[in-house]
């Protein structure tokens, strides 16, 4: 038995064992094999706490749309926004943004290409500056991501929580100890390959698992409570009321700006309630409400049930009152841009207007 708990052997199997799967699983993702930075990056930054499923599709219309740094760099803030519709964590767009004006401007369209350079640029973290300076340049970094955390974890019997600064340290420098320095590329895009389709979160695959001979979770058990995570997120409950003013046809807009969620998407002009079951009177009585609606006769015609987005920290429960006014809408074109409803589908909204916009029609409560 002596051998089996020796570290070097045991890091040694883990490779050979993991490099043999690799070369025989066959998942064929685009970015897969390419060596070009710039769609590592694209890939990484598109496919980040998204299913490779929901992401794929993205990052095929980015690359076509911008097959070069450059081209990415010269679009309209917009039309990048719209693209990314859909995705969410739109902090990501910004910063992909923010990079490709860097690279493609301070850097003459070239990556950096030390993981030290790469980590410098905007919204590239130590997973992402790690998976491009393997796959473009075969630099000895191994990627730390929440598939690779999940089989250290298992394959060490490692309790220690993924999320604590101590358990990062000791997962990043498990990592390294794990890493395949002569094939970085390829050994890390087996281990997140191993994570997605043979070790996974529910039904990891221990039966046909080439690693189970040496597995400690395996051995103790241990599999389903691997890996541990110190604290489960608190979400917060949000409640947004969104007035959708008609006026011949056109509906006011606005764009959202600081540092709160949906930074750069468009929504109708919001009343947050700080809980649940705010009723007209209430926003009747608020600032925006008469600002906008005080002076003008109008016609409340529906009110839609809450429809619900769920973000990483946040719920919000979005309601939308239809409103017809009967004379122009006073506004402050500073803050408030009119558009058609007709073209609505031009702007970038979050989730929740999108849904409320597909199926609001069928939703509404009419008065
Ligand atoms: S034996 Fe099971 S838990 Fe262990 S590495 Fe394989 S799939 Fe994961």
């Given at each position: 038995m002596g051998h089996i708990d020796d570290p070097a052997e045991k890091f040694a199997f883990f490779r050979s064992a993991l490099s043999e799967w690799g070369a025989a699983v066959d998942r064929p993702l685009p970015w897969k094999g390419v060596r070009d930075p710039y769609v590592i990056w694209l890939s990484e930054i598109l496919l980040q706490q998204t299913r490779a499923a929901q992401g794929l599709p993205y990052f095929l219309r980015f690359r076509e749309r911008f097959p070069t740094v450059a081209s990415l760099a010269a679009a309209p803030d917009d039309e990048v926004m719209k693209l990314w519709e859909g995705l969410g964590y739109y902090a990501r767009a910004k910063n992909l943004l923010k990079t490709a004006r860097i690279v493609a401007g301070e850097m003459s369209g070239q990556f950096p290409d030390t993981y030290e350079g790469l980590l410098a640029l905007p919204g590239v973290g130590a997973y992402t500056a790690a998976a491009i300076a393997s796959f473009a340049y075969d630099a000895p970094c191994a990627v730390l991501d929440g598939n690779v955390f999940r089989v250290l974890s298992r394959y060490l019997g490692i309790a220690e929580p993924v999320d604590t600064t101590e358990g990062k340290r000791i997962f990043a420098e498990m990592a390294r100890s794990a890493l395949d320095t002569a094939r970085p590329a390829a050994y890390n895009q087996s281990i997140m390959d191993f994570g997605a389709v043979c070790c996974t979160p529910q039904t990891p695959q221990c039966a046909r698992c080439p690693l189970q001979s040496r597995c400690?979770?395996?051995?103790?058990?241990?599999?389903?409570?691997?890996?541990?995570?110190?604290?489960?997120?608190?979400?917060?409950?949000?409640?947004?009321?969104?007035?959708?003013?008609?006026?011949?046809?056109?509906?006011?807009?606005?764009?959202?700006?600081?540092?709160?969620?949906?930074?750069?998407?468009?929504?109708?002009?919001?009343?947050?309630?700080?809980?649940?079951?705010?009723?007209?009177k209430d926003l009747m009585a608020g600032e925006l409400w008469q600002k906008l609606l005080g002076q003008i006769p109008y016609k409340l015609s529906a009110v839609s049930p809450p429809f619900r987005q769920v973000l990483t920290h946040q719920h919000i429960h979005a309601v939308f009152w239809e409103i017809r006014a009967e004379k122009e809408i006073p506004y402050k074109a500073d803050v408030l841009l009119q558009a058609e409803r007709r073209s609505l589908n031009k702007f970038a909204f979050p989730k929740v207007i999108d849904s409320y916009l597909k199926n609001g029609q069928l939703h509404l409560n009419l008065l």
């Open positions: 400690v979770a395996f051995r103790q058990g241990s599999v389903r409570s691997l890996p541990v995570k110190s604290k489960s997120i608190v979400k917060r409950e949000r409640y947004f009321h969104y007035l959708v003013i008609e006026h011949e046809g056109e509906v006011l807009l606005q764009k959202r700006v600081g540092k709160d969620i949906w930074e750069n998407l468009y929504e109708f002009p919001l009343i947050e309630w700080p809980g649940p079951g705010a009723t007209h």
